[in-house]
């Protein structure tokens, strides 16, 4: 599985699959386990502000955003979406829009009754497309304002005629030939070609039309405005969608005649400004406890619960399922808190999901230790037979292809980070012109300005408009350099510089700009280009170190064989020498450095104080 | 330390005994199991996301079900058995139901039954569960494939093929893996002016993973300028709970910022603060470029904006006369009016408001409405904060940064205490309410309070439009 010399997959393969050392992830996995145990427990004063029921964005609203949001499908050809049915955008027209519609008949044929005018205007006012594109273009321009005119015939029968004109007005389209002089408003082209029963017969279709309308008076004017600037092309479809006969593919797509169907449809248009219906896909794949808890206590109980994990998670104790719970609940707060979320939790987001792929608890962790203790125990009761998995368990962290893999993805994900964050500034004219490192080192609410100090400063350097531009200018090319150049020369003999590049601007933003969290995660994330032997070096326990120590242990006792291999564990820098007395001796005996022998507690206490992994805790001894 | 290489099996640890790895996992599909029958027993709805008083228990049944599959796995990685447990205990936490009928798949809420341990009132939990499903069988193909697979080639191909297997399965974590990236390039190449495969990919493939595992960031910090950011002031208006009709309510104001660095700054890094400025820039969201209102609207929007008045005086005596002054108009005309994109008039706006309702409830009174207006802090450009004059060219007093006539104070309308946005035609919705610097800039902060302060040097539209004197200074 690990020998990737002769694999078929090239030097591709082996960049990603050849095995390595897994000291570097769980270094990682501590750091990493610590930012997101400070940002968690961040939290704490807050949690009901932002993942309670009431929060800033409260249940209501994730949950809708989160069940409702459409996915307007895109076709691959050259063919465009159409909407069934276009809504204005402004809410007290949308609003008007949709009370339209929700007072229409559920039954069709009564719809089709009470709109009959809108077929007929619409029939009336068709314009012909032909070869002269001169005449097809003023055809369109009659044919536009003549169904203008029609819209407006409806708001004067609606709303500014009395009824003495309205009786004018019949009086008037009765007339043969039609007498404009006769008629109290103007009467709209096509009406003039009908014949007096015709003209008769669609002021009726008129007046039944505005009967439609809503009461309120800026409402009219809303829906009448809408339907008068409705795009001219579609305004078939929009009769055919008010009055049930829109089909598309053999699908009804027109207003429900189902009450709840309607209910249900004008709602989700309300929200989203579309049909429900035509939307490819509704809501996001996201997932969070957060958005169905409403009690405060439950919600602290998880929150702290989840802190544990973290604990457990940073020290590296059942890690394998502590990364998966750490990933899922990491994302539970991402998810919910969808409008608190900056930079950094990408970031965290980013470093915990490739901590769980790899074996982030193999080295530098609790579950390191158990599993030497497990090999120390059966090495130390196979009395002296050798056992090959124990040996190899003690002699160190064993290379793996996953740990290859999980660094792998997260240098290549890094370089793309710098990648997309270069490129995407030399779209922006400040970049340019370098005074986008001004607008950084001022920002009044991110930035160091509220100090008087640091204002001071700044007001010394503007003194001189040629030092304030070498710095901005410099602070600008600093940081499209290292981001633009960074994936390109991270993987030369300029690793080290690169790295040091990154460290440097990612402690310019965090005092500069404030964000000292995001900078951690960034640093943390620059130690996967950090060879493991240089952690090994710099963190964990040199083997030889440390005074030498002798234990004597009768491994035919089972409380004797588990202390032995609790040292044995511990024994990183392979200070003690064990001797199996076999029965000759019972117990347990720890000869220190000063050549005494020691039993009971003060084996405990001796191996504290001289462990070289135990140093820290060596205060611990005067516990003991 | 030294490092060593792992080679054959007899150099891995002995795993744990399938059978102990069969009953953990076991116990993990008989809990989801349970969580499922007590719905069905309990009558828990099987439609719909109505809440049942037994969802939190069972819930909490089934997560703790697939976290002991989860625990299983992790005990023998290399067995399909732990796998197969996992992905068991996801399914029944997933549930189970019949097709939506034919015509009812735009349902929000199909109508049909379905059983499920994890509630259907946590469906968001239930897609969690949906993922765990196939990772459980991925996993459980992927190990049955390393244990039978060398031995089949082996006995089918030849012995020099055994390698192979173990290669097929890495070009399959490679085909992840690219998946994975081409998902982020996606991501990071999707903001507009998008590509043409970015968003076929972006929408066709990519989406659910990325937004399941968080992973759909476009990294452009700070790009392509880096701009100034914003506060949220938010006036929340009270009035006292009476208990006759007749009696006049007496009434009280409150401004709350958003952020306040000496209030926010809970933690010694500040996390509390920055995701309060996250707030502060999710209502800073714009119509699209290019949008053009609907000119009877626009035509309107500039009527009422020139009708609007605020009062001279707040604090007038009781019962003199109100006497009503106009609000000026900005000289740019680019940056008078600023529409948020819907999204943020129709959900973000009115949760705000309702968390700011629900926060400063008063006992004895009620909220009568809250005002928010959306602060733009524009970052002083380098001249002036010199104090360059270009007119004059001469240098005088540089500006303050937190000079208060850089705050664009925009007003995001008025909210009931449900987040009902009370009037959608007010004169001044999503207008500019301006700060005005009446004299000339002050040398130091010395002068500045020496001579009075913020009520000397400005006119605040912003509290007369509130009708609430603003905290300055």
């Known amino acids: 599985m690990n020998d990737q010399r002769q694999n078929i997959l090239g030097p591709i393969g082996r960049f990603f699959f050849s095995p390595t050392d897994p000291t570097t992830l769980g270094f990682i996995r501590i750091l990493t386990g610590l930012i997101v145990l400070y940002t968690h427990a961040a939290y704490t004063p807050d949690l009901l502000e932002f993942m309670g029921p009431n929060a800033w964005w409260d249940h209501h609203s994730g949950n809708k955003q989160r069940r409702e949001a459409p996915y307007i499908p895109i076709p691959i050809g050259w063919s465009e979406f159409t909407p069934t049915i276009r809504t204005d955008d402004v809410p007290q027209r949308r609003t008007a829009e949709i009370e339209f519609f929700r007072s229409l008949p559920l039954d069709p044929a009564q719809r089709k009754e009470q709109l009959r005018y809108l077929d007929t205007l619409i029939r009336a006012t068709q314009f012909e497309q032909t070869a002269d594109l001169r005449a097809s273009e003023v055809n369109y321009q009659k044919a536009f304002r003549s169904y203008n005119e029609g819209i407006n015939l409806v708001n004067s029968a609606a709303r500014v005629l009395t009824d003495e004109q309205k009786a004018r007005m019949r009086a008037a389209l009765g007339t043969e030939p039609f007498n404009e002089s006769l008629a109290p408003i103007h009467v709209p082209d096509f009406l003039r070609s009908f014949s007096p029963q015709q003209r008769m017969q669609v002021w009726e279709e008129v007046n039944q039309f505005s009967l439609a309308l809503p009461k309120d008076a800026d409402q009219q004017d809303y829906v009448l405005e809408w339907m008068a600037n409705y795009p001219f092309q579609w305004r078939t479809k929009l009769y055919q969608f008010l009055v049930g006969d829109l089909r598309v593919d053999g699908r009804d797509m027109s207003?429900?005649?189902?009450?709840?169907?309607?209910?249900?449809?004008?709602?989700?248009?309300?929200?989203?400004?579309?049909?429900?219906?035509?939307?490819?896909?509704?809501?996001?794949?996201?997932?969070?406890?957060?958005?169905?808890?409403?009690?405060?206590?439950?919600?602290?109980?998880?929150?702290?619960?989840?802190?544990?994990?973290?604990?457990?998670?940073?020290?590296?104790?059942?890690?394998?399922?502590?990364?998966?719970?750490?990933?899922?609940?990491?994302?539970?707060?991402?998810?919910?808190?969808?409008?608190?979320?900056?930079?950094?939790?990408?970031?965290?987001?980013?470093?915990?999901?490739?901590?769980?792929?790899?074996?982030?608890?193999?080295?530098?962790?609790?579950?390191?230790?158990?599993?030497?203790?497990?090999?120390?125990?059966?090495?130390?009761?196979?009395?002296?037979?050798?056992?090959?998995?124990?040996?190899?368990?003690?002699?160190?962290?064993?290379?793996?292809?996953?740990?290859?893999?999980?660094?792998?993805?997260?240098?290549?994900?890094?370089?793309?980070?710098?990648?997309?964050?270069?490129?995407?500034?030399?779209?922006?004219?400040?970049?340019?012109?370098?005074?986008?490192?001004?607008?950084?080192?001022?920002?009044?609410?991110?930035?160091?300005?509220?100090?008087?100090?640091?204002?001071?400063?700044?007001?010394?350097?503007?003194?001189?408009?040629?030092?304030?531009?070498?710095?901005?200018?410099?602070?600008?090319?600093?940081?499209?350099?290292?981001?633009?150049?960074?994936?390109?020369?991270?993987?030369?003999?300029?690793?080290?510089?690169?790295?040091?590049?990154?460290?440097?601007?990612?402690?310019?933003?965090?005092?500069?700009?404030?964000?000292?969290?995001?900078?951690?995660?960034?640093?943390?994330?620059?130690?996967?280009?950090?060879?493991?032997?240089?952690?090994?070096?710099?963190?964990?326990?040199?083997?030889?170190?440390?005074?030498?120590?002798?234990?004597?242990?009768?491994?035919?006792?089972?409380?004797?064989?588990?202390?032995?291999?609790?040292?044995?564990?511990?024994?990183?820098?392979?200070?003690?020498?064990?001797?199996?007395?076999?029965?000759?001796?019972?117990?347990?005996?720890?000869?220190?450095?000063?050549?005494e022998a020691r039993t009971g507690r003060e084996v405990t206490r001796t191996a504290l104080r001289e462990l070289s992994l135990l140093r820290p805790f060596r205060l611990m001894a005067s516990v003991f | 330390m030294t490092v060593t290489d792992a080679s054959p099996s007899d150099l891995h640890e002995p795993p744990v005994s399938a059978q102990r790895v069969l009953i953990v996992g076991l116990i993990g599909v008989g809990l989801a199991g349970v969580a499922m029958m007590l719905g069905l027993l309990l009558g828990a709805p099987r439609r719909g996301f109505d809440v049942h008083y037994a969802d939190g228990p069972r819930a909490l049944l089934a997560c703790v079900g697939l976290f002991i599959s989860g625990c299983a796995v992790s005990m023998r990685p290399g067995w399909f058995g732990g796998w197969l447990c996992a992905a068991g205990a996801a399914l029944l936490g997933y549930g189970v139901g019949w097709p939506r009928p034919a015509g009812t798949e735009w349902y929000l809420a199909p109508p049909r039954d379905w059983i499920a341990g994890v509630p259907n009132s946590w469906d968001s939990v239930q897609i969690y569960f949906f993922v765990a499903i196939f990772i459980g069988l991925i996993g459980t193909a992927w190990t049955l494939s390393l244990q039978y697979l060398p031995e089949l080639f082996k006995n089918v191909v030849g012995p020099k093929w055994t390698h192979v297997p173990r290669q097929m399965m890495f070009a399959v974590v490679m085909l992840g893996m690219a998946y994975h990236f081409a998902g982020i390039l996606s991501a990071v190449t999707s903001p507009p002016p998008t590509p043409y495969l970015t968003d076929h990919?972006?929408?066709?493939?990519?989406?659910?993973?990325?937004?399941?595992?968080?992973?759909?960031?476009?990294?452009?910090?700070?790009?392509?300028?880096?701009?100034?950011?914003?506060?949220?002031?938010?006036?929340?208006?009270?009035?006292?709970?009476?208990?006759?009709?007749?009696?006049?309510?007496?009434?009280?104001?409150?401004?709350?910022?958003?952020?306040?660095?000496?209030?926010?700054?809970?933690?010694?890094?500040?996390?509390?603060?920055?995701?309060?400025?996250?707030?502060?820039?999710?209502?800073?969201?714009?119509?699209?470029?290019?949008?053009?209102?609907?000119?009877a609207e626009q035509a309107k929007v500039y009527a009422r904006r020139d009708r609007a008045r605020v009062p001279e005086s707040i604090d007038r005596t009781a019962g003199a006369d109100e006497k009503l002054i106009v609000i000026p108009r900005s000289s740019r005309d680019d940056l008078e009016r600023r529409v948020p994109n819907d999204l943020v008039v129709r959900q973000v706006l009115p949760s705000y408001a309702h968390h700011i309702a629900e926060s400063y409830a008063r006992p004895g009174w009620d909220v009568r409405s809250v005002k928010i207006y959306r602060a733009l802090h524009v970052i002083c450009s380098m001249s002036e904060f010199h104090g360059w004059d270009t007119v004059s060219g001469t240098t005088k007093a540089g500006k303050d940064p937190y000079n208060a006539s850089y705050y664009l104070a925009y007003f995001q309308g008025e909210f009931d205490k449900n987040g009902r946005l009370v009037d959608p035609t007010d004169p001044m919705l999503y207008w500019l309410v301006p700060i005005i610097q009446d004299k000339e800039d002050w040398k130091d902060r010395d002068e500045y309070y020496e001579r009075g302060g913020f009520h000397h040097y400005f006119t605040d539209y912003v509290s007369r439009h509130a009708r609430c004197n603003r905290p300055v200074d």
């Not at chain 1, 690169?498 to 601007?505: D, H, T």
């Open chain 1, 255 to 595: 207003l429900p005649a189902d009450a709840l169907e309607r209910a249900e449809f004008l709602d989700f248009m309300d929200t989203w400004g579309g049909d429900t219906r035509q939307a490819e896909h509704k809501g996001t794949a996201v997932f969070s406890h957060w958005y169905h808890l409403t009690d405060s206590t439950t919600i602290y109980a998880f929150h702290f619960l989840f802190l544990g994990v973290c604990v457990l998670f940073t020290i590296g104790l059942w890690s394998r399922v502590t990364s998966v719970l750490v990933w899922t609940g990491t994302l539970c707060y991402i998810h919910r808190g969808q409008l608190i979320l900056f930079g950094q939790d990408t970031m965290q987001t980013i470093l915990i999901m490739y901590l769980m792929i790899g074996p982030c608890g193999a080295a530098l962790s609790i579950d390191a230790l158990l599993k030497r203790y497990r090999a120390a125990k059966a090495q130390l009761a196979a009395g002296g037979r050798p056992i090959a998995w124990a040996e190899q368990t003690l002699a160190g962290p064993v290379r793996s292809w996953l740990a290859n893999l999980a660094m792998r993805l997260l240098q290549v994900n890094f370089c793309l980070i710098y990648l997309s964050s270069g490129v995407s500034k030399l779209k922006g004219t400040t970049w340019w012109e370098h005074s986008a490192a001004w607008l950084t080192l001022s920002n009044p609410e991110f930035g160091l300005m509220r100090y008087p100090a640091y204002e001071w400063l700044m007001r010394l350097l503007v003194e001189s408009r040629l030092l304030m531009g070498i710095i901005a200018g410099s602070v600008t090319v600093f940081t499209l350099f290292v981001e633009l150049s960074f994936p390109l020369l991270i993987w030369t003999r300029l690793r080290p510089v690169m790295v040091c590049l990154s460290v440097m601007l990612h402690f310019g933003i965090g005092i500069i700009m404030g964000l000292t969290v995001f900078g951690l995660y960034m640093f943390t994330m620059a130690l996967g280009y950090f060879p493991s032997r240089l952690i090994r070096d710099r963190v964990c326990v040199t083997p030889g170190s440390g005074r030498k120590l002798i234990m004597r242990f009768d491994s035919r006792s089972p409380k004797a064989l588990r202390m032995a291999a609790r040292i044995k564990a511990l024994d990183l820098a392979g200070q003690v020498t064990f001797v199996d007395t076999a029965g000759h001796e019972g117990g347990v005996r720890l000869t220190g450095p000063d050549g």
């Open chain 2, 201 to 295: 990919y972006w929408k066709r493939v990519a989406r659910p993973y990325l937004q399941f595992a968080y992973m759909n960031n476009a990294y452009q910090f700070y790009s392509p300028d880096p701009g100034p950011a914003c506060e949220i002031w938010i006036c929340v208006e009270y009035r006292k709970q009476t208990t006759s009709a007749d009696q006049v309510a007496e009434k009280e104001c409150v401004w709350e910022y958003i952020p306040k660095r000496a209030q926010h700054y809970k933690d010694p890094l500040g996390l509390a603060f920055y995701r309060r400025l996250s707030l502060t820039e999710n209502i800073a969201q714009y119509l699209a470029p290019g949008y053009i209102p609907l000119p």
